[in-house]
């Protein structure tokens, strides 16, 4: 079997790849490219015929792998051109734009909770009073802080 699957992918290398070639050329209009997909479409036609077997028609088997994976760099390529811009960080202290603390209030809770700084090295639960089963909620924040035993 592998002789004919070997055999099978040197007549098609040698009968069809000029014309595979051309045919992805003229999608792509890049020779570079088409070459690649070729290539991938050939290394993809050792693995799948392997398994499935030689198709009755290998130049039209190879031709659609050719040109679905030179499409799919084409399509990889623009949506690099797309999203690169958005990857730029701007010049400057990148710390000050992107500071997750910005409200200080936020910043004293997580030092609070933090648990190097419990006093029985075990973390403290602070919870609104909503969440402790009061019905009412005044107009300030207010917190509960409850202490392990």
Not at 30 to 44: K, L, P, R, S, W
Not at 99 to 114: A, G, M, N, V, Y
Request: glycine content about 2%; proline content about 7%.
């Amino acid at each position: 079997m592998t002789h004919r699957l070997d055999e099978a992918l040197a007549d098609a290398h040698h009968r069809s790849r000029a014309r595979v070639l051309a045919t992805v050329v003229r999608v792509t209009r890049d020779f570079d490219a088409a070459e690649d997909a070729v290539q991938e479409a050939f290394a993809e036609a050792a693995r799948a015929w392997r398994s499935s077997g030689v198709p009755d028609d290998p130049t039209a088997w190879l031709t659609t792998v050719a040109r679905r994976k030179a499409l799919d760099g084409l399509r990889r390529e623009r949506t690099l051109a797309r999203k690169l811009p958005l990857l730029i960080v701007p010049e400057g202290d990148v710390t000050e734009q992107y500071d997750p603390f910005r409200d200080e209030r936020l910043r004293l809770i997580f030092t609070c909770c933090h648990p190097a700084t419990c006093r029985c090295c075990s973390p403290r639960v602070i919870r609104p009073r909503r969440a402790t089963g009061r019905t009412w909620w005044p107009a300030r924040v207010s917190w509960e802080v409850s202490w392990p035993s």
